[in-house]
């Protein structure tokens, strides 16, 4: 079963590499928005910093939504799915791995990033390892959740909308404690109680997401 | 061995067949017949549990498929109207992957030695091949597959030019030989001695 799951995760990853410019554009979505703020604001630096771990977040979730259309979608209109669906591994296992190759390809990049657009913010070095730690925790958590818009959403017309309708919602927690984290460590007060919330929902949504993303796919392609 | 007992079918609020009961056993080839729009894909899809039938139900080995899953799934394979190809992997990466989630893992001189047999060139990008060579790209995962007791193929002939029909009713014909199933529908001539189902005679009645 794991070799299935590994050739999964390989192959999205290879589609991800010959589809260069799918990849590129969430990655450039997420620079450009956070690059938005401080030239729409003005350079205020206490403004900046002060607004520095909210708008960083909003612009993670809108991002990883913006890659979360593509994730059954093309597998569906192929036939691919089908197949997927006829595996010979459990579906939920295949769709978390789904899921993982998602993240790898729509999530990590903004972690790996997000030191970066926290010097446009100003924000002080001892936050940028919290910063990278909470987007680390929390957009696998994205993945997850949105996987289960996708799966639900799929094969519907103006599916795009109604995903983010659905998703956004839901995401509004890892949105609260990830940024909420980041101020706390700003104001000083540690931010080690939001993390492990984080990290507690990344353990929720890892356990229960792919089921329901399971069974979320079974009723969309009946 | 395959039972289909009292299937009914109702897409979009019309019934397409009811009370469709048929077994099929080893060695048997089975044509499901019909004009479009009659359920010849619908059927083939509550035969591998893709789609559940609105009433009645499909055994495997006397056992309901629902609850058999994986187990049940390893033991067929289905090939539908869509070829389940990615354009932008290489024929050979194609196959291997299909394979690979099919639950079998082969070795590259077995997918080389299929899709020769097929006559696919194996390390193009399938994006640079026509529509009826993707299609031979995805129907080479039958010579691979006569482990697998039972085939449904949906139009497995749509798109092929003579010459691969040919392939393909000889790979069909040759795993009913070794004791296999197949079903498939097809609007060509069929070729094969089998039995038929025809879903023309069902939407009268229903």
């Not at chain 1, 997420?30 to 030239?39: C, E, H, Q, R």
């Not at chain 1, 991002?63 to 006829?86: K, M, N, P, V, Y």
């Not at chain 2, 994006?127 to 691979?144: E, I, T, V």
Request: aromatic letters at 4%.
């Amino acid at each position: 079963m794991l070799d299935v799951l590994c050739c999964l995760v390989r192959r999205d990853l290879l589609l991800a590499l010959r589809n260069r410019s799918d990849v590129g554009t969430a990655l450039l979505f997420f620079v450009i928005v956070t690059s938005l703020f401080p030239l729409g604001i003005g350079a205020e630096p206490n403004l900046l910093r002060a607004i520095a771990p909210g708008v960083i977040w909003v612009a993670a979730l809108l991002s990883s939504l913006l890659s979360l259309g593509r994730l059954f979608a093309a597998d569906h209109a192929d036939g691919t799915l089908e197949q997927i669906l006829l595996g010979a591994a459990p579906l939920g296992a295949v769709v978390a791995a789904k899921a993982f190759a998602h993240w790898l390809v729509s999530g990590l990049p903004l972690v790996l990033i997000a030191p970066l657009i926290a010097l446009q913010y100003d924000l002080p070095v001892p936050l940028y390892g919290v910063l990278a730690l909470s987007l680390l925790l929390g957009t696998p958590v994205l993945s997850l959740i949105g996987a289960i818009g996708a799966a639900l959403t799929l094969g519907l017309r103006g599916g795009g909308v109604l995903l983010s309708l659905l998703v956004l919602p839901l995401y509004v927690p890892v949105l609260i404690m990830g940024a909420g984290g980041v101020e706390m460590a700003a104001a000083g007060m540690g931010a080690q109680g939001h993390l492990l919330l984080l990290a507690a929902m990344l353990v929720g949504a890892a356990a229960f997401a792919p089921w329901a993303i399971a069974a979320a796919l079974r009723i969309s392609t009946e | 061995m395959l039972e289909a007992a009292d299937l009914e079918c109702a897409r979009g609020g019309r019934t397409l067949f009811r009370a469709l009961s048929f077994s099929l056993s080893a060695g048997e080839l089975l044509r499901i017949a019909g004009a479009n729009g009659r359920g010849k894909t619908s059927l083939l899809r509550i035969l591998c549990g893709l789609l559940s039938p609105a009433a009645g139900e499909v055994r495997w080995k006397g056992e309901p498929i629902r609850p058999l899953r994986e187990e049940y799934s390893r033991q067929l394979v289905y090939l539908g109207h869509a070829p389940a190809v990615k354009d932008e992997l290489t024929a050979a990466e194609n196959l291997s992957i299909a394979c690979r989630i099919a639950g079998g893992s082969r070795t590259a001189g077995e997918i080389a030695q299929a899709l020769q047999r097929l006559e696919v060139p194996a390390a193009s990008l399938l994006k640079r091949l026509s529509q009826g060579q993707r299609r031979r790209a995805a129907l080479a995962r039958l010579a691979l597959s006569h482990s697998a007791p039972l085939w449904l193929l949906d139009e497995p002939l749509a798109a092929l030019d003579a010459q691969a029909a040919r392939l393909v009713e000889e790979l069909i014909a040759g795993h009913v030989g070794q004791g296999g199933m197949v079903i498939y529908t097809t609007h060509q001539e069929a070729r094969i001695e089998g039995r038929v189902i025809s879903l023309d005679a069902m939407a009268e009645n229903a």
